[in-house]
C-alpha cells in the first residue's frame, strides 16, 4: 500500500505506461509458445518459436484475429436469433467442460452466495439467487458449439442479461461487459451481443438448478457465441469501456467468437 | 551460334500471370488451411483417427484457428479472383470446355493403359474434369466453411447443408477431395516436372505442329 497520495498518482501513472507493453509481451509470449508450427518448420527447416519470424507471425495472426474481431461486429445481427430446437432433440449426458478436471469444480454454498456488480453501472447491490430468481427468466433449447468444433443441444433458463442490466441501471452504452468466476475463469461480452435476447444468466439446466459441472449456481448462457464466451460459476459482473479479456482470449482464442 | 531445332517450335504463353499469381497464392492458402484444418479436426475428431503432429499447423488449437481464420480470407478472395478470371476472360470455357462423358472415359483409359501422351497447353479430357471438381470442392470449402463459422448469422446456409454437424461432414469430406486432388497433381508434376517451370514463367516450347 502506498504511503501518500504522492505515491499512489506515482504507481498509477506507472501502472498505466506499462500497461500496453505487458499486455504486447503477454500476449507474443503466449501465441509463440502456441505457434511450434509442426509442417511449416519441418518445410522451411526453421524453427518459428525462437526465431524473429516467429514473432512476425504472431503478430500477424494477432492482427488478423483483431480484424476479424471487427468483421464479426459488423456480421452480428441483434436481431437474428439462434435456431432452437424441440425437447425431444436435448443431448444427454450433456459434457462437462472446463480448463479444469472435474475434481476441481468448485464448491459453492448457495447460502453465502452473492453476485457483485461493478463498474458503469448505477446499483452496485450485490445480488442473491432469490433476489435473481424474482426476475422475469427465459427458456431456450439452443445448440452450443465448442470451439473445438463438437455441438450438443441443451435447455437452459434464467433472467435474459438484458433484463438485469436494465434493473442495475447498467451503461448499455459501454462497449464490454466482463464476468470473473469462483473457478477462476473470467470473460468478456460486447454490448451488443450482451444485450441480444437469448443472452441470458442461466439458472436452471435441463429443467433443474445448474449442476456443479454446468456452472452452479449461475451461468451466462451467449447461444450466438461459441460456448468458452459462456462463463460459468459467475461470481461478479461489471460493465467497461476497457478492454477485459478473457481466459482464454487472452491465450490466442477469437475475443469476439461469434457464430 | 543458333540451333535450330528438327521441328519449327516457339514459346508460348501457356498459364496466363493471372492464372500464375492465384495458383501459387492459392498453394500457400491451401497449405495454411489444410494443416490447420488438421489440428482443429484433431481437437475433437469426427472419425476414430487423429491426424500426425507433424501435419499440423499452429501448435495448439488456438494457434491453428487463429492461421486457419487468418488463411481463409487469402483461400476465399484469391479463389474469388481467380473464379472471376475464369468466368469473365473465358479461362475456363477455352481451358476446361468442350467436356464430355465419352472424352472423359476415354482419355482415362488411354492413360491408364499408359497411352494418352501430354501435350503443353493443353487439357486432357480427364484432367479437365479434375480442374473443375477441384474447383467445385474449393467453392464447397468455403461454403460449409461459412457455415461452420456463422451457423447463426448465415443459419440460411447452414440449413441448406443440413445443419452444423452436416456441415462439419461436408466439410471434412470436401477437404479429403481436395487432399486428393493435390496429392493426384502434385504426383503428375513430378512425372512431367517441365509443367512446374511453366506454372512460374507462364511460358512452354511448343511444336508448330501442336500450335496449329
Redesign the interface.
Known amino acids: 500500500m502506498p504511503r501518500d497520495p504522492d505515491d499512489a498518482a506515482r504507481l498509477k501513472t506507472l501502472r498505466r505506461d506499462l500497461a500496453p507493453d505487458l499486455a504486447r509481451l503477454e500476449r507474443r509470449m503466449v ?1 509463440r ?8 518448420t ?1 518445410l522451411s527447416g526453421c524453427d518459428l ?1 525462437t526465431g524473429s519470424n516467429g514473432s512476425l507471425a504472431d503478430r ?3 492482427a ?2 483483431r480484424a ?1 474481431d471487427r468483421v464479426q461486429q459488423w ?3 441483434p436481431a ?4 432452437t430446437y424441440p425437447a425431444s432433440m436435448i443431448d444427454t449426458p450433456f459434457r462437462f467442460n472446463a480448463y479444469y478436471p472435474p475434481d476441481n469444480i468448485p464448491e459453492i454454498d448457495a447460502a453465502t452466495w452473492k453476485l457483485e456488480v461493478s463498474g458503469l453501472v448505477a446499483d452496485k447491490a450485490p445480488w442473491t439467487l432469490e433476489k435473481l430468481r424474482a426476475l422475469p427468466q427465459e427458456s431456450q433449447i439452443t ?1 452450443h ?7 450438443q443441444i441443451g435447455q437452459w433458463s434464467g433472467v435474459p442479461l438484458r433484463t438485469f442490466l436494465e434493473r442495475t441501471g447498467a451503461d448499455l452504452t459501454a462497449k464490454y461487459v466482463g464476468f470473473k468466476c469462483a473457478d477462476r475463469y473470467y470473460g468478456s461480452l460486447d454490448m451488443p451481443s450482451a444485450l441480444h435476447p437469448q443472452t441470458v444468466l442461466a439458472l436452471d439446466f435441463a429443467g433443474q438448478p445448474l449442476a456443479p459441472e454446468y456452472g452452479y449456481p449461475l451461468r451466462v448462457r451467449v ?2 457465441k461459441l460456448g468458452f464466451k459462456s462463463p460459468k460459476h459467475i461470481a461478479a459482473i461489471f460493465v467497461t469501456n476497457d478492454y477485459p479479456g478473457g481466459y ?1 482470449e487472452d ?4 475475443w469476439f467468437s ?2 | 551460334m543458333t540451333i535450330v531445332p528438327e521441328t519449327p517450335s516457339r514459346l508460348v504463353v501457356i498459364h496466363p500471370l493471372v492464372v500464375r499469381v492465384t495458383h501459387w497464392i492459392n498453394a500457400v492458402a491451401v497449405f495454411c488451411m489444410l494443416f490447420s484444418g488438421w489440428a482443429i479436426y484433431n481437437a475433437s475428431p469426427l472419425f476414430p483417427f487423429a491426424f500426425p503432429k507433424w501435419a499440423t499447423l499452429g501448435g495448439w488449437l488456438g494457434g491453428a484457428l487463429a492461421w486457419h481464420f487468418a488463411a481463409m480470407w487469402l483461400f476465399a478472395l484469391n479463389g474469388l479472383a481467380y473464379v472471376a478470371y475464369g468466368l469473365l476472360a473465358r479461362h475456363f470455357a477455352t481451358s476446361f470446355l468442350p467436356l464430355s462423358p465419352g472424352a472423359v472415359w476415354r482419355d482415362a483409359r488411354a492413360a491408364l493403359a499408359l497411352r494418352l501422351s501430354h501435350r503443353v497447353g493443353r487439357y486432357n479430357a480427364v484432367q479437365r474434369l479434375a480442374y473443375l471438381i477441384a474447383i467445385a470442392l474449393g467453392l464447397m470449402l468455403v461454403a460449409s466453411g461459412c457455415a461452420l463459422w456463422k451457423p447463426v448469422q448465415w443459419q440460411g446456409l447452414a440449413n441448406l447443408f443440413g445443419g452444423y454437424e452436416w456441415a462439419r461432414r461436408i466439410h471434412f469430406f470436401a477437404m479429403a477431395g481436395l487432399a486428393g486432388f493435390i496429392l493426384l497433381h502434385l504426383a503428375l508434376v513430378i512425372v512431367v516436372p517441365r509443367t512446374l517451370l511453366a506454372m512460374i514463367t507462364g511460358r512452354a516450347r511448343v511444336t508448330e505442329e501442336t500450335v496449329r
Open positions: 501465441l509458445g502456441g505457434l511450434s508450427l509442426g509442417a511449416l519441418l518459436s500477424v495472426l494477432w488478423m484475429s476479424n456480421l452480428f445481427d437474428t436469433l439462434a435456431p445448440r458449439i465448442c470451439i473445438e468444433g463438437w455441438s447461444p450466438t482464454w491465450q490466442g482464442y477469437n461469434g457464430i
